[in-house]
Every structure is written in structure tokens, then in C-alpha cells.
């Protein structure tokens, strides 16, 4: 579950340099409490799809081709280690008896499922210059794998060099 959390502010903490309200308590709240936590920035964030702020080294590293990269290999690692060594019998008992353990699971599918859905992400790919309508489908329809592959391709983001 972790992943998630940290696509989402790969895009938000860059964002939230624009925002009246702070990304990072819903950063962390998220980790705790899934996509409930992330729901009311999603509600009261403004749309900003250009970058005023000052880039720190935070935002820099979130910002980092080599980030999305990292993500996507620990993604593929916990994907792999779940294939060849889980317990997918004891999973779906688990699922179906542990109120933890289904809250989880639906919270890690409504993540995928609310990542197209918000301004965030169309305003993130028009930040980094990336805004395309075809290109966005393609990565929204692709849950999970199409957000890491957006980071790992998205270019760095330009801000005020100048």
C-alpha cells in the first residue's frame, strides 16, 4: 500500500506549492488511513497547472525521473514475491473474515480507481508540459503500472530558471 501513497505525492506535494492548504498532512495521513485521508485534499484543492513555487530538495526528489523508477521496481519486486510465495487460498479468507484486510484491498483498488478521476493528475502532466488527452487515457486506463510509468517518463518540471 505504500506505493500509492507515494505516486500521489510524487504530483501533490508539487502541487500543494500552489494550494491555500498544505499537501503533506494528507501525505501522511494517507499512509495511515488510505484514500479517506487524500479525499478532502482532492475536494478543496484549486486547479494549478503551472509551478510558482520554489523547488527544495523534497519537492526535487519527488520530482526525479529516478523516483518513479525506484517505485516502479519495488512495485514489480512486491508484485513477484506475492506471485511466487503467497498464499492466495489464505489471502481470500483473509479478505472475506478480516475487516482489516478487506478495507485494504478496496482501498488500494479505489486509489487506482480515483487517480483519473481528480484534477491532480491532468494538472501535474500540463505542469510538466505533458498534457495530452490520449496520452492521459493511456495511462489512466492502466491502473497502477500507467501512473509509474508516467513518472518514470515524465520530464523534469520547469520552473522559475529563468
Request: charged share 15%; with cysteine.
Amino acid at each position: 500500500m505504500g506505493v500509492w501513497p507515494m505516486i500521489y505525492a510524487c504530483l501533490m506535494f508539487l502541487d500543494g506549492q500552489m494550494q491555500n492548504i498544505p499537501a503533506w498532512p494528507f501525505f501522511i495521513g494517507s499512509n495511515f488511513l488510505g484514500l479517506l485521508w487524500l479525499m478532502p485534499y482532492f475536494l478543496f484543492r484549486q486547479r494549478s497547472q503551472t509551478f510558482d513555487g520554489k523547488e527544495d530538495r523534497w519537492l526535487t526528489l519527488l520530482d526525479r525521473r529516478s523516483t518513479g523508477v525506484v517505485l516502479l521496481m519495488v512495485t514489480l519486486f512486491l508484485i513477484f514475491y506475492a506471485l511466487l510465495t503467497g498464499d492466495w487460498e489464505e489471502f481470500i479468507y483473509q479478505f472475506q473474515h478480516l475487516t482489516f484486510v478487506h478495507l485494504i484491498t478496496l482501498d488500494f483498488l479505489l486509489m487506482g480507481l480515483v487517480f483519473p478521476l481528480t484534477s491532480l493528475f491532468p494538472d501535474d502532466m500540463a505542469r510538466h508540459g505533458q498534457w495530452n488527452l490520449r496520452r492521459f487515457w493511456a495511462i489512466a486506463l492502466v491502473p497502477l503500472f500507467g501512473p509509474l510509468f508516467y513518472l518514470c517518463s515524465r520530464p523534469p518540471l520547469q520552473s522559475n530558471k529563468n
